[in-house]
């Protein structure tokens, strides 16, 4: 065998090896999924709190969990067609699934601590606040960790927009404000950077067939 | 040009990877790890067939563990790159880098 049929099969095998490591982020349909659900509910939550709309409060409560439902069939019927895609396995997108299960995991400890605040202590509607400021400050952690790992700058821009929309709710956690200040977050941290990943995503894969 | 070229003692290289296809799917399986055999025959560009008896020779050499599950009610072969295969890779690409200068 000699030295350029020895580089050739290397090349080959680079190609490949980076064909692999440069596998673009799947989860974008996931992350557009939540971010449009998460707009409209924060939307609706700020139109009641701030009597924008004449509708009960205790609405707000089936909203959420609404919210949840529709999210969690959804994440679980678009991952498993994510899983189906050439390069799911990919560490970058590994690490991106692992951190947004984290995410969710750090998020759901606000959310029961806050409920158990406000149904056996003495907290009121500001305890519940918190748990925005409690999500975006995670959200911008989470981008930031996917960010460095995929190199992918929207998510870095994402990331450190998350920190601020974090700061903004938290100066204003005792107005309902926040709830259309998180609607409009969740379009600019959420929604648009996913539409830009899941169009790079699907350029990839149709590029590769 | 090949014909000019001297040849290149080989015998220091793992054989068990050194084919092209073999080193391609070490390679690809160094990145994406498992990776379903769908995506092997995409990416390696070869027949099912032709995979199949070379996935048998890395797994042989304990080099990649073939699982075969479902995936709802799909049937599906994930290859995995095993701890020894992944030693295997490094050494084989630090003996490749020796050789070459």
Redesign the interface.
């Known amino acids: 065998?000699?030295?350029?049929?020895?580089?050739a099969?290397?090349d080959?095998?680079?190609q490949?090896?980076?064909?692999?490591?440069n596998?673009p982020l799947l989860g974008g349909a996931i992350g557009l999924m939540w971010g449009i659900l998460l707009t409209l509910i924060l939307g609706y939550q700020y139109l009641i709190l701030a009597q924008k709309i004449d509708l009960p409060p205790q609405t707000l409560a089936m909203a959420w969990i609404a919210y949840g439902v529709i999210g969690g069939i959804g994440s679980t019927i678009l991952g498993?067609r994510i899983?189906?895609l050439?390069?799911a396995?990919?560490?970058n997108n590994r690490v991106e699934t692992y951190v947004w299960v984290m995410f969710v995991g750090a998020i759901l400890t606000v959310v029961i601590g806050s409920i158990l605040n406000m149904t056996l202590g003495q907290g009121d509607q500001t305890v519940w606040n918190t748990v925005l400021v409690f999500a975006f400050a995670g959200q911008g952690m989470a981008y930031g960790i996917v960010a460095k790992l995929a190199k992918e700058k929207i998510l870095h821009m994402a990331s450190f927009a998350s920190f601020i929309f974090s700061a903004v709710i938290f100066m204003l956690i005792h107005d309902p404000v926040i709830y259309l200040i998180g609607s409009i977050g969740a379009v600019i941290t959420i929604i648009i950077p996913n539409l830009i990943l899941g169009a790079q995503a699907k350029s990839v894969t149709a590029a590769?067939? | 040009?090949?014909d000019t070229?001297?040849?290149?003692n080989?015998d220091a290289i793992d054989d068990v990877i050194?084919g092209?296809l073999r080193?391609?799917i070490?390679?690809?399986?160094?990145?994406?790890?498992?990776?379903?055999f769908p995506?092997l025959l995409?990416?390696?560009g070869t027949s099912n067939g032709n995979l199949s008896t070379h996935l048998t020779k890395l797994e042989t050499a304990g080099y990649v563990r073939q699982e075969k599950g479902y995936?709802?009610k799909r049937p599906q072969t994930l290859v995995h790159l095993t701890e020894k295969g992944r030693n295997a890779w490094i050494k084989y690409l630090n003996a490749?880098k020796a050789?070459?200068g």
Do not use: C
């Not at chain 2, 070229?5 to 290149?8: N, T, V």
């Not at chain 2, 070490?26 to 379903?36: D, K, R």
């Open positions: 065998m000699t030295k350029d049929q020895i580089l099969d290397l080959y095998a680079s490949l090896a980076k064909d692999g490591a596998t498993r899983d189906r050439p390069g396995n990919s560490v590769h067939g | 040009m090949a070229e001297p040849d290149i080989l050194h092209r080193l391609g070490m390679a690809y399986l160094s990145a994406v790890n498992p990776a379903s995506e995409e990416k390696t995936k709802g490749m050789l070459l």
